[in-house]
């Protein structure tokens, strides 16, 4: 049977493909799915590149910017295409940032963005892989782990 | 170059800087009478909010200020502020840059500083935030160091105590990583000095971790000294013993050698005997009166005599 039969194609939507293998499920979980959008996903899914994969197509979906830095955050490999009417229209990378502002919430309850303040949590990417961040108000350094618990 | 610039973090200083500050302070300490006399400060007014209890700190900032001929005013008592109604620090800091022309504040979150200077037009110098930086201690030690042994280079600089909770001690292993020094680290290692601090300076430093102050003591240039805080130990009898290995008294001080100094943040409770205080070697008292020195070079350059 060939691959590409695996995972269904679809008419309009969004592919994330070379996701690392076995965090699939990590960036399903950080994108807002309504209950009516199918989603497929091929997990451990053979790559040329990267030996195994994970792969998320979803219908009638497209990624707003802070879906897409959020995805950089966990699976800064991925790339993105926009499908509509079954052509991809659209393909690119996703982009680490240098500096992560108002999607992480800082793991120091100690730390003045934790305490009602109006200002939008703020780190700097101090590592890619693996991923770490440092929050530019108490300094504190945060793993790949703290980073998907907090997402 | 510090002009009207916040003072956050240590880091936010360069090696020009630092020399400017000293050598200002070396010029106020020498020429105190004129600067009474001239008031560089006059019709300038700092602003202290201090949420977080603290007597020499914000003591010696208002000393500062008003030796410089400035005025000072005074956030009473954070319970009884607006802070206690829940006010956001932002909003504070929003109404109190329109009544002063610099604002010193301490507060228990860490981070709460630079989040001050975001929402100021006005210079913002950081008097602790939680267990982050201390800056203005940070340069008064770097000072006393300099002035007691006649430099900072070279210097065996051995720290002992809480080097986790203690805020002065980040600051300073941060700044001392600009110089070339041997720091020694000596605390139990419950007290060991947290990672995010160490990771940041361990490829600049010549650092080395002991459980022993006996194992460093004759080659100390420096020791400072920090009180290893009681409300930190559930079991008090563990504190006791903790404290009685790592006191000096008039037994250490004899094992260091000559030219050597003492140093310590203050306010010391059981970590120094008293009998100490006489010996040559005690700077502590000192330390923490270059403290008006130090803030009054602070704040003149940063507004610009």
């Known amino acids: 049977m060939e691959r590409t039969l695996k995972i269904s194609k679809i008419k309009d939507g969004t592919v994330i493909d070379h996701i690392p293998s076995g965090k699939a499920v990590k960036v399903l979980n950080i994108l807002k799915i309504s209950e009516n959008t199918s989603v497929s996903i091929g997990i451990r899914v053979p790559s040329n590149m990267m030996g195994f994969k994970d792969v998320i197509k979803i219908e009638n979906k497209f990624l707003e910017k802070i879906e897409l830095d959020k995805i950089s955050l966990i699976a800064p490999s991925a790339t993105i295409s926009i499908i509509k009417d079954y052509d991809i229209t659209e393909k690119f990378k996703v982009d680490l940032p240098e500096s992560v502002i108002g999607i992480v919430r800082c793991t120091n309850q100690n730390c003045i963005t934790n305490a009602g303040e109006p200002v939008s949590p703020e780190f700097k990417v101090i590592s890619a892989n693996p991923l770490a961040l440092k929050c530019i108000y108490c300094k504190r350094e945060m793993s790949e782990s703290d980073v998907i618990n907090s997402l | ?305």
Do not use: C
């Not at chain 2, 000293?22 to 602003?47: C, N, Q």
């Not at chain 2, 203005?136 to 051995?158: A, F, H, P, S």
């Not at chain 2, 680290?185 to 006996?214: F, H, M, Q, R």
């Not at chain 2, 009685?244 to 203050?266: A, D, F, Q």
């Open chain 2, 1 to 305: 170059m510090l002009k009207n610039k916040s003072l956050i973090s240590i880091a936010d200083l360069e090696d020009d800087d630092i020399n400017a500050i000293f050598e200002k302070a070396d010029y106020i300490s020498g020429h105190m009478d004129e600067v009474l006399r001239t008031s560089p400060m006059k019709s300038k007014i700092l602003a202290t909010l201090f949420y977080e209890p603290s007597t020499r700190t914000r003591l010696s900032f208002e000393a500062s200020m008003e030796r410089l001929g400035g005025s000072v005013i005074s956030m009473a008592d954070s319970k009884t502020s607006s802070f206690a109604k829940g006010e956001t620090l932002a909003d504070t800091i929003r109404i109190v840059e329109s009544y002063s022309d610099i604002i010193v504040i301490r507060h228990p979150l860490e981070g709460a500083s630079l989040l001050a200077s975001k929402f100021s037009s006005k210079p913002i110098i950081n008097a602790g935030d939680g267990s982050g930086e201390h800056p203005t201690q940070t340069l008064i030690d770097l000072y006393t160091i300099r002035n007691e042994t006649g430099g900072i280079d070279d210097r065996e600089i051995t720290i002992v105590g809480d080097l986790k909770y203690g805020r002065t001690v980040h600051s300073l292993i941060l700044a001392l990583s600009r110089y070339n020094v041997k720091i020694n680290l000596v605390s139990p290692p419950s007290l060991a000095l947290p990672n995010y601090v160490y990771n940041g300076i361990k490829d600049k430093l010549n650092i080395e971790t002991y459980n022993n102050l006996d194992d460093v003591i004759s080659g100390t240039d420096v020791l400072y000294v920090t009180r290893i805080q009681k409300e930190r130990f559930v079991d008090k009898n563990e504190y006791y013993k903790l404290i009685g290995s790592y006191k000096i008294t008039l037994n250490e001080v004899n094992k260091m050698k000559n030219g050597s100094i003492i140093m310590h943040p203050l306010p010391r409770v059981d970590e120094i005997d008293p009998a100490v205080d006489y010996t040559k070697n005690a700077k502590y008292f000192r330390q923490a009166a270059n403290g008006i020195p130090v803030r009054m070079s602070l704040i003149s350059i940063i507004l610009g005599d």
